[in-house]
């Protein structure tokens, strides 16, 4: 019977995928002793910022996390690490155990190849190695910033290099030029394809750092939307990607696992960064760039908080926020921590459930 299941495509691929995601949360899961005992040994823990990104002092959010002082923190790294093992396990140590165990399904969750998988992976260990020097730098005080870590115009100036090279890749590489409008077409832009490229891989990365605020609430948030593109890849045809997206979200909520109220770690840079990135990658490798705004329509409100509060203060010398991002505002108001992210999580399905249905239906035109 089993046989007979092995020749069906369609069976064979939701299999994958599944089986994909599950084994990266058994291996984040058990990875997560080995890193939590290392983060707790040498003391790898945050410090609560006592200024804002404009240099202003903060009057609530230092007050509100302050028990959260020393809380282990580079959490993120077992997120991509785990996935950056399972993807060469799946090409390399995979295909090795069928031919000895006669189980060619091992074979076929070989997710690594290069048209759909290369991209994404290279932007997330090489994001993910530069928040992980962030979230170093920032423990042991290291760098100009003031508390330690990587001033934010040189972080910034590093997501440009990594955002801009993704684009030489797909513009000039892969030939790719055009923009999805869904239920309406593809439209060539030329080389505004490059700009619009980059400002996708830079909302998703400044913004999932910036959600990243409370216990849970980011990693809920990613595990949401890479869940999505998970199955927009799959209605795509895109059965690595797919599987890729699978292998984070399976990473991601072993990491969920520890990290809800009250966190036993914390995400980081390391992973913040990187899985924005990320995501901004799979988006456009699916040509969902207007897609990932309705998914992730959270961090459209957290980024705009931000630039709201910030534009506020600077022109008007006034707050609109009690706090910003805005989940610190309802923190503010006296929402208890896990009240916001759940909600939040909420919020997200919702919209990841709109997103999906507009990724998908809306794949080409549609007809009535």
Known sequence: MFSQIQTIPEVI?????????????????????????????????????????????????????????????????????????????????????????????????????????????????????????????????????????????????????????????????????????????????????????????????????????????????????????SLISFFQNKMDLAAFCAALSGALMAFLWFNVHPARFFMGDTGAISLGITLGVVAMLTNSALVLFIIVFIYVIESGSVLIQLSSKKFFRRKVFLAAPIHHHFEALGWPESKVTMRAWIFTAVTALIGVIVGILGGGKIRF
């Not at 959010?61 to 785990?82: E, R, S």
């Not at 260990?125 to 100009?144: P, R």
């Not at 030029?177 to 439209?187: E, N």
């Open 13 to 229: 691929n939701v299999l994958k995928v599944m089986a994909t995601g599950f084994v990266s949360f058994v291996l984040a899961f058990a990875l997560t002793p080995v890193l939590t005992h290392f983060l707790y040994k040498y003391k790898i823990g945050i410090k609560i910022k006592n200024n804002s990104v404009d240099g202003k002092e903060l009057t609530f959010v230092n007050k509100l996390h302050q028990h959260k002082a020393g809380t282990p923190t580079m959490g993120g790294i077992l997120v991509w690490f785990t996935v950056l093992i399972l993807a060469f396990a799946s090409h390399y140590l995979f295909p090795l155990l069928a031919s000895w165990w006669d189980f060619n399904f091992l074979a076929r969750m070989d997710f690594l190849s290069r048209a759909q998988v290369w991209l994404p992976l290279f932007a997330l260990v090489s994001a993910g190695i530069l928040g992980l020097c962030d979230d170093w730098m920032s423990i042991k005080g290291y760098g100009k910033n003031k508390g330690g870590g990587i001033r934010f115009l040189t972080r910034f100036g590093w997501m440009i290099v990594i955002a801009a090279l993704g684009a030489w890749w797909f513009f000039y590489k892969l030939g790719w030029d055009k923009a999805h409008i869904p239920a309406v077409g593809d439209f060539s832009i030329g080389w505004w394809y490059i700009p619009l490229f980059m400002f996708t891989i830079l909302f998703a990365a400044i913004s999932s750092n910036e959600t990243d605020g409370l216990d849970g609430l980011n990693g809920g948030v990613l595990l949401i939307a890479f869940s999505s593109f």
